[in-house]
C-alpha cells in the first residue's frame, strides 16, 4: 500500500502517519522531517532550507524531489509507504508520479485531512514534541497521560519547531491553498482522491482513515 496524505500545515498529517505507520508497518516519508535533519546536520541542502522554511516557504522543487527520489530507492519503502507533506506543488505530484513509473511502483490513494483555516493558528501554536523519541503533542489536544513525562519513551525534554508560530502562520496557509491545494483535483482525476474531516478527534480521524485503507487494499 502506497498513499499520499494531503492537508495544510498542523492538518494532522504527522500525527496520523505516525500511527498508520505502527499498524500497517509502511513507512512515513515527511519532506519536512527530512529537511529539519538537514538543516541540524548542516549540509548544503539544510542552509538552503532553512530560511525559506522560517519564513514558511516551500522550498524549491528540485530540492525536495532529489530528496524523495533518494528516499524511495531505500529497501524499506517497499513495505508501502505514506508520504507526509509531498507533493506539494503540481511540478512536485508530476515529478512523482514519473519516479514511481520509473521504479516500478503504484500509488494506492492520496487521502486529503481536511480542516478550515481557522484551526490552524490554535493548531500549530500548540504543537510539540519530544526531543528524545519525536512523539507528537498539543497543548491542549493530546497531552502526555503523565503532565512533563513522554508517553512512548518516558522523556523529559520537548521542543517546538522554528516556524510553528502565528506570524509564519499565513504565510504557510497561503502556499497552501496557492500551490498545494490544486494538486487535490490532480488525484481526483485519477480516481485516487478521498476526504476525511480532519476537526474530529485524532481518534475519529484515524478511524476513518484505516476504513479507506482496508477497503482498498481488500
Ligand atoms: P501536520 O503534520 O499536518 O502539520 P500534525 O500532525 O503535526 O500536523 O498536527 C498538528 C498539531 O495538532 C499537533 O500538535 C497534533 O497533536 C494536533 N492534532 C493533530 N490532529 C488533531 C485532531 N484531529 N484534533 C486536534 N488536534 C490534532
Ligand atoms: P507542516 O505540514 O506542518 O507545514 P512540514 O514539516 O511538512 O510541516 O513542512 C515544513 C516546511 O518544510 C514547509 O513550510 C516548507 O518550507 C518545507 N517543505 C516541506 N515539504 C516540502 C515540499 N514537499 N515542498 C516544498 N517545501 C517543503
Ligand atoms: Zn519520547
Keep these: 500500500m502506497n498513499i499520499i496524505l494531503m492537508g495544510p500545515p498542523g492538518g494532522?498529517?504527522?500525527t496520523q502517519a505516525k500511527i498508520l505507520e505502527e499498524k500497517y508497518g509502511m513507512v512515513q516519508l515527511s519532506t519536512?522531517?527530512?529537511?529539519?535533519a538537514a538543516i541540524a546536520a548542516g549540509t548544503p541542502v539544510g542552509l538552503?532550507?532553512?530560511?525559506?522554511?522560517d519564513a514558511g516557504k516551500l522550498v524549491p522543487d528540485q530540492v525536495v524531489i532529489g530528496i524523495i527520489a533518494e528516499r524511495l530507492d531505500q529497501p524499506d519503502a517497499r513495505k508501502g509507504f505514506i508520504l507526509d507533506g509531498f507533493p506539494r506543488t503540481t511540478a512536485q505530484a508530476e515529478a512523482l508520479d514519473?519516479?514511481?513509473?520509473?521504479k516500478g511502483l503504484k500509488l494506492d490513494g492520496a487521502i486529503e485531512i481536511r480542516v478550515p483555516d481557522e484551526y490552524i493558528v490554535e493548531r500549530i501554536t500548540g504543537r510539540y514534541t519530544c526531543g528524545k523519541c519525536g512523539a507528537g503533542y498539543h497543548d491542549k489536544f493530546q497531552q502526555p497521560k503523565v503532565a512533563g513525562v513522554c508517553d512512548s519513551c518516558g522523556g523529559t525534554e520537548f521542543k517546538r519547531r522554528d516556524d510553528d508560530n502565528a506570524l509564519t502562520v499565513k504565510s504557510r496557509l497561503d502556499a497552501y491553498h496557492a500551490?498545494?491545494?490544486?494538486?487535490?483535483?490532480?488525484?481526483?482525476?485519477k480516481g485516487l482522491l478521498r476526504v476525511v474531516d480532519g476537526t474530529q478527534p485524532?481518534?475519529?480521524v484515524t478511524g476513518q482513515l484505516t476504513g479507506i485503507i482496508d477497503?482498498?487494499?481488500r
Excluded at 32 to 36: E, I, P, S, V, Y
Excluded at 48 to 53: G, I, P, S, V
Excluded at 98 to 102: P, T
Design 202 to 204: 485524532i481518534d475519529v
Design 179 to 189: 500551490k498545494t491545494a490544486p494538486i487535490i483535483p490532480y488525484y481526483d482525476g
Design 12 to 14: 494532522g498529517k504527522g
Design 48 to 53: 538552503e532550507a532553512k530560511t525559506l522554511m
Design 215 to 217: 477497503r482498498s487494499s
Design 98 to 102: 514519473r519516479m514511481l513509473a520509473e
Design 32 to 36: 519536512g522531517d527530512m529537511l529539519r
